[in-house]
């Protein structure tokens, strides 16, 4: 199953009061709770509203932070409120600020349980024969060593790839997985700035480069053997006559990428842009 949604909205903007601890003095009554964390060594105070779930566990309706060394401050949230109580505590808060405008919009596509899965798949882009660019991509593995996340382009670039393991985020944050999910995995497109009128086209030229190499095809054994003779760490004349036949033939085969996933994910996005663009629109009138 694959599936396509707006993920993320950043709304920045000034708080109006003189006094930004005054800020809490507003948001308290209508809901919001103060939060402090830990970024880059600092402790930054905010606010987050949360909605209730089973029990006492808690989900992320939306956060309310200062940017770090400026006199803004930014909301986020996911925009999928659950109930019109969740949408109207976003809207008050977001009345308390002038000068507002959209920072950064995510989008997200979900592949669930698809066939190929295992975070094979990677960001490759026309001439240029290395997938991971120093400086421009970050591999993030788990304790097993397999990868979990990986980036595509600089932090404070105005585009942004990610790709990862959405169970071992899961995971990592204790939520419940729905029973039936055996993989899942998430391609995410940020987009900032004057760049969040061209999610449509960075969307497209994201999927245009994600691909999973034919290699993957192949049993562990005879990809790491592949692997070894493409990066020349082993050569086909230390091979017996019949092995170097074998890999010849199998790398003659498996040149080349499967951008199937690509394909059907841009298939999903086609019928659902318009929708995404109301739902952009939709939040877009809440800050005017």
């Keep these: 199953m694959i599936n396509v949604q707006l993920d993320r909205v950043t709304v920045v903007g000034s708080f109006k009061q003189a006094s930004a601890e005054k800020l809490g003095e ?13 970024w880059e060594h600092g402790i930054v105070d905010g606010y987050v509203l949360k909605r209730l779930l089973n029990g006492d566990d808690t989900e992320t309706v939306a956060v309310i932070v200062k940017n770090q060394y400026q006199t803004t401050w930014r909301l986020d949230t996911s925009n999928h409120f659950v109930t019109n109580d969740e949408k109207s505590k976003v809207l008050k808060a977001l009345a308390l600020f002038e000068n507002r405008h959209l920072s950064r919009i995510d989008i997200a596509f979900d592949f669930i349980n698809m066939e190929n899965s295992g975070m094979k798949h990677r960001f490759v882009k026309p001439n240029v024969t290395v997938s991971e660019i120093k400086g421009e991509s970050l591999w993030i593995r788990g304790r097993n060593g397999k990868l979990q996340t990986l980036y595509a382009g600089k932090r404070k670039s105005l585009s942004l790839f990610r790709y990862y393991d959405k169970i071992a ?19 995410e497109l940020q987009v900032r700035a004057e760049r969040t009128t061209e999610w449509l086209l960075n969307s497209r030229a994201m999927l245009s480069y994600f691909k999973m190499p034919q290699e993957y095809n192949l049993g562990p054994k005879d990809r790491a053997m592949l692997m070894a003779l493409n990066n020349g ?13 074998k890999y010849r033939k199998l790398a003659k085969n498996n040149l080349g990428f499967d951008d199937s996933w690509a394909k059907k994910a841009y298939e999903i996005l086609c019928k659902k842009q318009v929708d995404l663009q109301m739902e952009i629109n939709s939040f877009l009138s809440l800050i005017k």
């Design 233 to 245: 760490a082993v050569a086909y004349s230390e091979l017996a006559k019949a092995t170097a036949a």
């Design 26 to 38: 507003y948001l308290r009554p209508i809901g919001w709770q103060d939060m402090s964390f830990d």
């Design 169 to 187: 985020e899961q995971k990592r944050h204790r939520k419940e997985i729905l029973e039936g999910i055996v993989s899942w995995e998430r391609l």
